[in-house]
């Protein structure tokens, strides 16, 4: 051996060992290292399931003796069996029986096709290759989209904080306005008393009391005009044209009273009267009702946005919290698509209107990974009945993003969206050690 | 698909239509569609009651030569004189034809439809006076008798009536005339007052009296300007002892057809029919004019050749015939004798009929195959799995869907693509996003030895940048408006020419479009879809083509049922030119005539996913395979609206067991690729799929039956036991072949179907249990969501292929197992037929053609094609012998020598199953049981 090169050795160890695989393989073609001890060369062979006993020949021999498939590890006999490709060098994993010998290169490492006229590369150092440089790829994205969104997640917890301030400031404010309309209720029956009189003794006829009842409750007069600044405070509620009319013709007719003037029936009625009218109007508006819906309409401009806001669900670490507010585009062919998380989804063609593909529904991922899946519903109702709905699906990366949109059926569609907050520290461990 | 999707597009445009639309909701919208009173020539010449015929026949001016008689006929009433040709054809087939002695102009007769001019046989005079002729038919005492006076004809065999025409009077010919101003002639009156004795002004008269709807006819907003006037005929025909008649496709309705006296009558004229209603006359999207009339002792066929809107009554009595007069008085006449009356009205043309004399089913159908030929070849990858959705977005879609497939472990064959993937409906185009790369796409395919079918239809939108529009308007291809310019309706791309597919010369161009070098994207894996081919005009009278537009010389009215095979034809020829006439096409069309089974598969239209649309789609294919469309099949899951997954799941298992296996569905709805319903319901609809590619030798072996003699691949139970009537009105169960006994389970939450099982003396194996049953019984077999009640016949080899793999390509080389099912008498046969799957090379005998038979306990294989040379890898891989016992000793007889093979015996279930036995399937060998 000694008189042998180096060169000559290691070809006899090849020969070698393609003769030992030669040997072995013809027996046990298409099992994994773990199923071995099943194939041992004896004078029979039991099925895994333990139903049958063959002749150990009869093992690959491409007819099924064993109702689990087990003795035709390496054909594609049975109908439930599978084979199991090696790859040296990439992923071992399992094929159905019925890709073995089928013209169609499966495995890698061109095992399953040892008999038939595809001519199969074995490629597995190069999708090796591919799938080290792709895991690497993707480590390397996953540890930027942790560390991003770590940051996200400090972000967000101040962000929380910033807007929980913000929204007790707003509750006591309206709290405050509560107290106030409470009063302003009982100013109103007030009035109402008064109005009732007032009109008492107008149909009475008693003409030249009724602005001497005027002028005795001025005062609870002078609380409308403040009634009226509250309503102007709550601008944004319905009523607001007509209080702002009532209170320019009100500061009219205090200047009048005021002014302490007498006042003849005709220029009472044509004035105070209508003035009357107004406050009528208001007071009547300012039922306990309506001013309970004021203080709603209030909190729902003002804070109750805010505090909605804040009970959605942003992951447990307010990860997701940064997203509230953020709009993020993509155009797929001739339309353009838009995601505004927690908010809306919308479609807009390059010629035609905007359609809602959906409002914030709620996170739609499966129990262990609650957060990989957003659900947006009733958006426009579509042509045959329902309403477009839309789900996101959230990838890891180093970048916020939408990344794909989809319709596979009509008004569902399908969205891919990229975020480092989707980064997973568990994915990250699974992957390292699937791929080592 | 229909127009719905459409309208909502073309938004304010159709609004009024739109709200027609809406308003029919989920049914159709009858009012779309004419009934009989609203089709003048159907109205009119239904007004007609039977009664005494006023058409004579000249017998002085008979002439018989060695091929056909001929002979004059006149109707009294308007002394217009027809001309009666009569043909005795090989095969005992008669046909009479009827025209006008001297039209003014010609009238259609229907090219293109029969295979040849169908070669005749000698007729001969066996006597003649004053009454009547009498010919011989030839063969079995088979007669002829024509009566001059009224005018009838009788086909007569030993004693027994056939089948007679014009029995009831009701033969009618509207005679082509000039158009005379109604108003100008105020002397015609003032005759008729004055003259009313003089008969020949009376008749004169009647000739120019003129109804509504003669000379134009307005349905809706539409308007018929009818140039040439009324032109309708119609004919009747008695069937004495018939209580059975079937056929008449394309109808919604059972297999056995009913009397049509309370109602309309059958309709047949090509319509897009937006969500066609169940069980009802109405007009489909195709028309086969071909009725077969059976009882248990004869089965017949009537042949009416008219691709003009028609109609037909059909009506049952037991009243007894008219006198025969006395040449007939030996003919027996039992007025207790069911008997089946029909009558056809067509709108023009002429009268064009070819009497199919049987005696059996499959007598009627070789008559039949032997005028307008058998059933296309197809290749054996489109009896597989056929995966549709209107529609595969893009080719990222049509990549998970095929990745979704291998996932799941589910074989397919062909993916489709609907109207989407065309830039802008422009047909022969790729959408350039969506489809940037077809051929990447097509290469995908086929790597995994898969296929794809693209749809073309034949409308051509309307744009000076689609080069197909502009060279068929720049060859003058397209069809005419009535005032010569390019007739243009509204279809999918909005406006539309229609190519006018009647002309050689334009099918000849449009099949050249096929061409690799014309078709951009296509390639050798790529198939074609003809949809809205009746044609589908949206804006048009009846959602179709103004019967007014032109076809050259001759008005759409005349050819419109024949639009459909046209596109069809030049459709698979372009497919079979592209590759130089060596591959088989596959093409599937909506609208058919008769003879479009020898171009490819049809499939029943838009149905919806109800259970009813399950339970017709067998009674609608029996229907069509009866007339020689074998390759029929519905969407699998229904078109419209979305399946129950119960329902779909009991679907796919029906569709397993039916020609064409197509799963479809609308835009509209939910994604439904099989593995979206939980992995239990993946498991079932893969089982039946699974169930499908077992059998495909035997599917295949089918269609190589039905394309050498028209029978049937999926037949109704009567064709094999003509003579036991409870077969006769059956449409829930069905037979593959001879040996297949099929009853699907078509009812919601069914927890057992009753099967008839026939044959007193046959028995029937389950598929699954191998249990054996009796015939001549019903039998209720309780089901699971997992059964599909399948029967092999006792006295039966199936082979099939147990290897189930991705496509049927993959399974080509993969050894077979045969079942055999003994009978009483432990006998049993079978065939199986094997070539290379796609090309027409086994019309040069590359095939191999054996027969099976068992008996005396030896197995052997005989060669049924000497001749022929082709070689398979395939071999027996296992012989499973139902209802055996057990031998001693099984042992193998081939050219090598003489071995023993192994067997397992089941003594619960009498099954053997041979192991191994390893020869090569296409050699002689003998299996002998000891």
New interface residues.
Partial sequence: CSFLSSEMRFHIIIAAFLWAAFVESRKIRGISSSYKRFYRERKSFLCIDGSKMIPFEQVNDDYCDCADGSDEPGTSACPRGRFYCTNLGFRPHYIPSSRVNDGICDCCDASDEYNSHARCQNTCWNLGQKERAYVEGQMKTLDEGLRLKQQLIEEGVLLWREKQAQLRELQRAAEDLQIKLEEHRKRKHEADRLKEQTLKALKAGDKGKAPSIFRTHFKTFAHFAELFQFTQLGRRFGYRAASISCLLSLTGATTLLGGGHQMDLSKFQNTLWDNFHCFHLVGSLLDYTNVKLSCNCIEHYDNFDLQKKLEIDYGTDWEYLFLNGQCYKLKVYEYMYTLCPFNMVSQKSTAGTEVSLGLWGMWAGPAKNHYSQMVYENGEPCWQGGSRTTSVTMTCGTETALRSVKEPSKCQYIMDFETPVACQPVLKQRGVHSEL | MCCWFFL?RMGPVLLLWLAVCLSGSWAVDKGNFKTCDQSAFCKRQRAMKPGESPYRALLETMELTNTRLTLQLINDNNKVRLLLELYRLQGNITRVKINELKPLKPRYEVPDVLIREPPTEPLSLLSQDENGVVLSLGAESQRVIVSARPFRLDIVEGRDVLMSLNSRGLLSFEHLRMRKDTQADPEAENKEGTDPANPAETVKEEEEKVEDGMWEETFKSHTDSKPSGPSAISLDFSLPGVEHVYGIPEHADTLKLKTTDSGDPYRLYNLDVFQYELYNPMALYGAVPVMLAHNTQRTMGIFWLNAAETWVDISSNTAGKTVFGKMLDYVQGSSETPQTDVRWISESGIIDVFLMLGPTPRDVFSQYASLTGTQAFPPLASLGYHQCRWNY?DQ??VRSVDAGFDEH?IPYDFIWLDIEHTDGKRYFTWDP??FASPKEMLQGLL???RKMVAIVDPHIKVDTNYKIHNEIRSRGFYVKNKDGGDYEGWCWPGNAGYPDFTRPDMRAWWASQFGYDQYEGAMENLYTWNDMNEPSVFNGPEVTMHKDAMHESWEHREVHNLYGLYVHRATAEGLTERSGGVERPFVLTRAFFAGSQRYGAVWTGDNAAEWDHLKISIPMCLSLGLVGISFCGADVGGFFKSPSTELLVRWYQTGAYQPFFRAHAH?????REPWLFGPENTALMREAIRQRYTFLPYWYQLFYLAYHTGEPVMRPLWVEYPQDPATFALDDEYLLGRDLLVHPVTEEGARGVTAYLPGKHEVWFDIHTFQKHNGGQNLYIPVTMSSIPVFQRGGSIIPRK?????SST??EH?PYTLYVALDNQRTAEGELYIDDGHTFNYEKKELIHRKFSFANGVLSSVDLEPNAQFTTKSWV??IIILGASKPSMVTLKTADGENQLEFDFDASMSVLTI??PGMNVGADWTVTLQ
């Avoid at chain 2, 835009?667 to 994604?671: F, I, S």
């Avoid at chain 2, 147990?802 to 991705?806: D, F, H, K, N």
């Fill in positions: 909502r977005n990222e879609d472990d996003h969506k790597d995994k030895k835009l509209d709805t939910p994604r147990l290897r189930v793999r991705r993959c399974m993969d891989e296992r192991r191994k």
